[in-house]
T-cell receptor, first 114, second 115 residues
Framework: AQSVTQPDIHITVSEGASLELRCNYS??????LFWYVQSPGQGLQLLLK??????LVQGIKGFEAEFKRSQSSFNLRKPSVHWSDAAEYFC????????????FGTGTRLTVIP | ETGVTQTPRHLVMGMTNKKSLKCEQH?????MYWYKQSAKKPLELMFV???????ENNSVPSRFSPECPNSSHLFLHLHTLQPEDSALYLC??????????????FGEGSRLTVL
């Protein structure tokens, strides 16, 4: 069965510190992988995506993620967190067949302290 | 501004009311979606429309009724809801069949409270 696990419900980091959000997936076919961010009172916004090719993908706002097939992981990273990065982050896995087959994780809430 | 607009942003309704949520996308996409977002749960896909045709209905109760009159507009009609239907309802669109297949653009959501 397809599933996405984000093991950290809530993470707190200091501004300027590095960040890594974990995502593990279970998927029967070649996965398409996404990270979305949701600021308070907003909808979800795509940060980055992996379809194929280079396993290290760059996204908006200075985020990057690395696809590791052997570990079924797609962790999100940022070298230096800004206060405006405080939000909820969702990992999602899907298939080439389209967004109607997209599975989302339960999200990780990021708090940034000054 | 994501190009997907939802109204109303907030809605409070009684269990016997009838109301509708509206979504409009200005991106020229060919697919639109309704998702339900509840605390501590993954996003739940409710309905999918590709080229105005409904292609998915993930066992959603009949008290939720979607309508897609054209490729830019999507409605969710609500009637005789239950308190457990209180949630954030997100509309999204995507361009399926090309290099951006699977990439969703979300509206800001309609926060629904059922009393």
């Amino acid at each position: 069965a397809q599933s996405v696990t984000q093991p950290d419900i809530h993470i707190t980091v200091s501004e300027g510190a590095s960040l890594e959000l974990r995502c593990n997936y279970s998927y029967g076919a070649t996965p398409y992988l996404f990270w979305y961010v949701q600021s308070p009172g907003q909808g979800l916004q795509l940060l980055l995506k992996y379809f194929s090719g280079d396993t290290l993908v760059q996204g908006i706002k200075g985020f990057e993620a690395e696809f590791k097939r052997s570990q079924s992981s797609f962790n999100l990273r940022k070298p230096s967190v800004h206060w405006s990065d405080a939000a909820e982050y969702f990992c999602a896995v899907g298939a080439i067949t389209g967004a109607n087959n997209l599975f989302f994780g339960t999200g990780t809430r990021l708090t940034v302290i000054p | 501004e994501t190009g997907v607009t939802q109204t109303p942003r907030h809605l409070v309704m009684g269990m016997t009311n009838k109301k509708s949520l509206k979504c409009e996308q200005h991106l020229g996409h060919n697919a639109m979606y309704w998702y339900k977002q509840s605390a501590k749960k993954p996003l739940e896909l409710m309905f999918v429309y590709n080229f105005k045709e409904q292609t998915e209905n993930n066992s959603v109760p009949s008290r939720f009724s979607p309508e897609c009159p054209n490729s830019s507009h999507l409605f969710l009609h609500l009637h005789t809801l239950q308190p457990e239907d209180s949630a954030l309802y997100l509309c999204a669109s995507s361009q399926e069949g090309g290099p951006n297949t699977g990439e969703l653009f979300f509206g800001e959501g309609s926060r629904l409270t059922v009393l």
